[in-house]
């Protein structure tokens, strides 16, 4: 059917719904057409925007195999309390099938501070797994093999100092390096812009996070080098295109910042990786994983020159949006986690977190945690969703708002460049007013009820308290702190004096990489803290910028 | 002119998710409360003092990682150990309903869980306030 025809069809449609549809009352929230033809995306051409998976842009995936040569990486985020009980939890996620591990830790990890500082207490082993020193991370991963397992951690100012406990404990189990897969989040910009968790000022960071770079180019380099993370910005309450615009402009940042010290884009830009948020509109999501695959892609070949298709493939992990878990008739939670994942598997994800049905209202227990990686299973193995390659490639409407996507967010992204960068954009408070704002509306339209959400501001129903919620041993504070003390006066204090004067003076030299001192730190058995402390000297602190 | 009520929100403990926070922060404000936002990560010395400092009436304290059976009781007894017995105190956060109880037993108010309307808080304060 020519165009012409079509339009003249379209019209004739339109006319005749014209009555039928003014009888309904209008809904919110709703994409402008009700219907999408060919005429919405007669400005694509294949070859150039949509093509081959494996090939340029990639926005049919990265790899020219996808889910026909295997699934996704079933990768659960645990961990909680000690090293020892959070190693339960992974051999037991093995157990049932996962097949990556991702290890969350708690926020004075996080922080870089030892459980025994006063900032800590209270926080010990509550969001994630306690980390002070090596001993702690042999234990996390005592009977797991590093050379087979691959680990992702969601670690981000002191990133380097938990990748380099990581490379000691496998060289303890006699794997080396080279072997090591896994990720570090290492995505200081968006900390700042919504997840909280920064300790030093941008510069610092920024050359922090290209040392990662050039070290694992050269020793591990199987190793995904950073996560740069728009799920946390989606959670904080952006919307599905801001969360790929302020993402990507965080990835040119530091694309810049690497190129700027000296590394060639090729060496490093393969092992970059994304993380992206799977909320709950299905098509929407599936069209903005696709967008974020085609203009990375072209970023990466227009703008930094890349030759190599590694360095121009968006490879991304996913989680379910946990802002969208109501704490109100829990079990719903189930089949929202469904729905995202599906998003998440048309979508083309290489790995996948799915949150479960508890998490509004504790750490997840075991019972949950297996259901959510059913639910992956079953999508695998059961759906037929992963048959068939981007199986939505095609639909008029998933590839007219893929176009929609990618253009709201190159509007941003340029927005950002005139600001000069995601880091000054920051540091002006732009994105995090932008986000905020999105927040704010998303809940007064579900206080007005222009938005639904079920069995919260409609369908509700009296409920009894949930039972059965994962309750995090409350001595395990005092328990952290007395191992750290007795691991403390156990090793050679000497040694680690002078692993830690040595670096503060690399900290001094801006030209120095950093990496081969943290790790000859880490295995003296400094602690995190000491680590961070002696950086915190050289570097200072961020100061947020708050505005409301 | 009646005096506006004057709130301080918190973020108590470490942990960086402040999105609950800013919504009712500026849900508050177009209430018209005065509101001071402390920011993250603030230790409950710091915020019992700014709490003195800005005279507020009300301080409404956000946690999300669980830290909230330690820090709260916390804050509510430098509180009121600085002569503060008449401040509102108030939270939220991922709190499980089984600690809530303890929570009311330490001097907090109320404590709103997901899913509040922020109007509910806003209700709550004008009701409850004491200027």
């Not at chain 1, 969001?127 to 397992?149: C, N, T």
């Not at chain 1, 079990?331 to 729905?339: F, P, Q």
Request: proline share 4%.
């Amino acid at each position: 059917m020519s165009n012409e025809k079509i339009q003249a069809e379209k019209e004739k449609y339109e006319a005749s719904v014209a009555k039928a549809i003014a009888r309904f009352p209008e809904r919110p929230h709703l994409p402008e057409q009700r219907l999408y033809t060919p005429l919405d995306i007669k400005g694509d051409d294949y070859a150039e925007e949509i093509s081959f998976p494996g090939v340029f842009p990639y926005t049919r995936g990265v790899q020219p195999t996808m889910y026909r040569g295997r699934f996704w990486t079933m990768r659960m985020y645990a961990g909680f309390s000690t090293a020892e009980e959070s190693n339960k939890r992974y051999r037991l996620l093995i157990e049932n099938g996962a097949t990556g591990l991702s290890c969350a830790f708690d926020l004075p990890t996080q922080i870089g501070y030892d459980s025994d500082d006063p900032i800590s207490e209270g926080e010990v082993g509550k969001v994630g797994v306690a980390i002070d020193s090596l001993a702690d991370m042999e234990k996390l991963f005592d009977q797991i093999d590093l050379g087979k397992v691959s680990t992702s951690m969601t670690i981000n100012a002191p990133a380097s100092v938990l990748l380099a406990m990581y490379i000691a404990v496998a060289e303890k189990q006699g794997v080396s390096p080279d072997q090591l897969k896994g990720t570090i989040q290492n995505d200081i910009l968006k900390e700042y812009a919504a997840r909280g968790t920064y300790i030093f000022p941008p510069r610092p960071s920024m050359r922090l996070i290209t040392n990662i770079f050039e070290y694992c180019s050269k020793n591990v380099p199987k190793w995904n080098t950073i996560s740069i993370s728009g799920y946390h910005i989606r959670e904080a309450g952006s919307t599905a295109a801001q969360e790929i615009a302020f993402t990507i402009a965080d990835g040119i940042a530091y694309v810049e910042a690497a190129i700027k010290a000296g590394l060639n884009v090729d060496d490093f830009a393969g092992r970059l990786s994304f993380f992206w948020n799977a909320h709950n509109n299905v098509l929407e999501e599936v069209a903005k994983f696709r967008a974020s695959r085609r203009i990375w892609a072209k970023i990466m070949r227009d703008r930094f020159h890349a030759e190599k298709p590694k360095s121009m493939m968006l490879r991304f992990h996913t989680q379910t949006a946990g802002s969208m878990l109501t704490a109100q008739q829990p079990d719903n939670n189930i089949v929202r986690v469904a729905l995202q994942t599906a998003a998440a598997v048309m979508g083309g994800t290489q790995s996948l977190h799915t949150n479960s049905r508890d998490e509004a209202l504790a750490l997840p227990s075991e019972a949950s945690v297996q259901i959510a990686l059913r639910t992956q299973q079953i999508v695998a193995y059961e759906s037929g969703l992963a048959d068939v390659i981007d199986p939505l490639a095609g639909s008029y409407y998933v590839e007219a708002m893929t176009d929609r996507i990618e253009k709201e967010a190159m509007e941003y992204i340029k927005k950002i460049d005139e600001m000069g960068g995601a880091v000054a954009a920051i540091e002006k408070g732009y994105i995090q007013k932008e986000i905020q704002d999105s927040a704010y509306k998303w809940q007064m339209d579900v206080e007005s009820g222009a938005r639904t959400i079920v069995g919260v501001n409609k369908f509700q129903v009296e409920e009894e308290p949930p039972k059965g919620l994962l309750k995090v041993d409350a001595s395990v504070g005092e328990k952290q702190v007395k191992k750290l003390h007795e691991m403390k006066a156990g090793r050679d204090n000497e040694a680690v004096k002078a692993a830690l004067a040595d670096l503060k003076k690399a900290c001094e030299d801006e030209n120095e990489n950093l990496m081969p001192h943290i790790l000859a730190a880490v295995k003296t058995y400094a602690t995190l803290g000491e680590i961070c402390n002696v950086m915190r000297g050289v570097f200072g602190e961020y100061e947020a910028h708050i505005s409301l | 002119m009646e005096k506006k009520i004057r709130v301080l929100v918190a973020k108590p403990g470490l942990d960086g998710h402040d999105r609950g926070a800013k919504v009712i922060a500026r849900a508050l404000r177009d209430a018209g409360f005065e509101v001071i936002y402390t920011g993250l990560r603030q230790t409950p010395e710091q915020i019992a003092e700014a709490a003195l400092q800005e005279d507020v009436n009300v301080v409404a304290m956000s946690i999300l990682s669980g830290a909230h059976p330690h820090l709260f009781p916390k804050v509510v007894n430098l509180l009121h150990e600085k002569g503060m017995k008449d401040v509102l105190i108030i939270g939220g956060g991922v709190i499980p309903e089984a600690d809530i109880p303890a929570l009311k037993e330490a001097g907090i108010a109320a404590v709103f869980t997901p899913g509040t309307n922020t109007s509910d808080v806003v209700d709550f304060i004008k009701n409850n306030v004491k200027m």
